[in-house]
Antibody
Framework: QITLKESGPTLVKPTQTLTLTCTFS??????????VGWIRQPPGKALEWLAL???????RYSPSLKSRLTITKDTSKNQVVLTMTNMDPVDTATYFC????????????WGQGTLVTVSS | QTVVTQEPSFSVSPGGTVTLTCDLS?????????PSWYQQTPGQAPRTLIY???TRSSGVPDRFSGSILGNKAALTITGAQADDESDYYC??????????FGGGTKLTVL
């Protein structure tokens, strides 16, 4: 059974850097083809794909946010970390991580999400 | 910038059939975009319904089906039930490890 859980601050100030951690179980990011992605959803708005990291450490980013995002993995801890710089109130959202199985291009399992509010 | 468009809202009667669509600003949606569909109720994480155009995820009832209709991806619900009332999102794979979600459709069953 695959599980994912997001963790991180619930409140950040404008201009600060956000660091979120996705802790997962049921698969290994050492396995070829595996991937973990981040998706966010502002209150009352649509889902937005942010980034994904592959088993080999290759990270891919939304073109519109690429300059602000970094995704990394710690295979020994079964964790994926997303950092987003220069946070703004418009970045207030629930942030989800998701599992992308090998050889497919969708997310089959999702974390419960974590709400991050950007406010001074 | 790539924009993926869905109907903002749709209504269906219990037992009825509804087709939600997913359109691409830059052209036609084909199987090469590996369209996937997600169901989300308020306060919950998305649930994967359909992937690779028409493959149902494990445990998804067969009243949900995916297809390409004309130049759009489509999600059809046949025999809608009350608990199908949710938000539905399509997601397209743009290649090179890039994905884009649609704006979502709010489905009402009444």
């Amino acid at each position: 059974q695959i599980t994912l859980k997001e963790s991180g601050p619930t409140l950040v100030k404008p201009t600060q850097t956000l660091t979120l951690t996705c802790t997962f179980s049921g698969f290994s990011l050492n396995t070829g083809g595996e991937g973990v992605g981040w998706i966010r959803q502002p209150p009352g708005k649509a889902l937005e794909w942010l980034a994904l990291i592959y088993w080999d450490g290759d990270g891919r980013y939304s073109p519109s946010l690429k300059s602000r995002l970094t995704i990394t993995k710690d295979t020994s801890k079964n964790q994926v970390v997303l950092t987003m710089t220069n946070m703004d109130p418009v970045d207030t959202a629930t942030y989800f991580c998701g599992h992308r199985p090998p050889a497919v291009v969708h997310f089959d399992s999702w974390g419960q999400g974590t709400l991050v509010t950007v406010s001074s | 910038q790539t924009v993926v468009t869905q109907e903002p809202s749709f209504s269906v009667s219990p037992g009825g059939t509804v087709t939600l669509t997913c359109d691409l600003s830059s052209g036609s949606v084909s199987t090469s975009y590996y369209p996937s569909w997600y169901q989300q109720t308020p306060g919950q994480a998305p649930r994967t319904l359909i992937y690779s155009t028409n493959t149902r995820s494990s445990g998804v009832p067969d009243r949900f089906s995916g297809s390409i209709l004309g130049n759009k991806a489509a999600l059809t619900i046949t025999g809608a039930q009350a608990d199908d009332e949710s938000d539905y999102y399509c997601m397209l794979y743009m290649g090179s490890g890039i994905w884009v979600f649609g704006g979502g459709t709010k489905l009402t069953v009444l």
